[in-house]
């Protein structure tokens, strides 16, 4: 039987006091593989946790700090361990920042573009616009890349993004919809269904929320309490 989705806020609360424990082990073992798989499922457990109370209509805002400050604290575990070998590539870097603005805090770490490619890369561009500049360059870059590896799908949610940094006030409501629209097709889309839960394919879909959406269009100064991917906190 499927978990409800306040099963599921528990399952998630309770997975990410397991990876504290794997992290544990990784520092004092100095397994740098080990600590940036940790650090990757943390953050995935913790933003899981987070999209499933927005969705249950629940002030996901504490939730979604503890995502920020984990991260920032497991990041610091990874640096320890790796050093050199360090590499903000083999963790969800780009997708911090997101979070990030929505709850108004900094963002974490710096992230080097040459780690990244395709979506990742794209993140990394619209979390750079969240907080400073846009960059053309490495955006065509990533959407080229995205057009090759991603689906029809997953390119036409980018250039959403983008059109929304850009857009007239007037024409923002329109795009918000258009973006509800485009992430209930994640459920049967198969590079939403191939990537993280957070991401809203399969059945994951019902009870997640696009946070790239909801930021962006944050950055944009959109509010509309009645939009389920819209930032109302």
């Known amino acids: 039987m499927a ?3 306040s099963e599921m806020v528990s399952f998630f609360g309770e997975q990410t006091k397991r990876t504290r424990l794997g ?3 990784a520092q004092s073992s100095g397994n740098y593989q080990l600590a940036a798989m940790n650090c990757r499922q943390a953050f995935k457990c913790r933003l899981m946790k987070s999209l499933i109370e927005w969705r249950m209509g629940i002030d996901p805002s504490d939730s979604l700090s503890e995502v920020v400050e984990g991260f920032v604290e497991d990041w610091a575990i990874v640096l320890a361990v790796g050093a050199d070998d360090a590499d903000s590539g083999d963790v969800p870097a780009e997708r911090v920042a997101f979070v990030a603005y929505l709850v108004g805090k900094p963002r974490s770490i710096d992230v080097l573009s040459a780690n990244f490619e395709c979506d990742r890369l794209l993140d990394l561009v619209l979390g750079n616009w969240l907080f400073s500049s846009w960059d053309c360059e490495l955006w065509e870059k ?3 890349q995205l057009r090759q590896a991603g689906s029809d799908l997953a390119v036409r949610t980018y250039e959403l ?6 857009a007239a006030a007037s024409d923002l409501p329109a795009l918000s919809q258009e973006g509800e629209s485009l992430f209930a097709k994640r459920k049967a889309d198969g590079f939403f269904r191939g990537g993280d839960q957070t991401e809203g394919g399969g059945d994951d879909n019902n009870i997640t929320i696009d946070y ?3 930021a962006i269009l944050k950055r944009s100064g959109f509010v509309d309490e009645e939009r389920v991917h819209v930032w109302k906190w």
């Open 161 to 166: 993004y983008k059109a929304i940094t850009n």
């Open 212 to 214: 790239r959406l909801a």
């Open 142 to 144: 990533g959407m080229k």
């Open 23 to 25: 992290m544990a082990a």
């Open 3 to 5: 978990l409800k989705p």
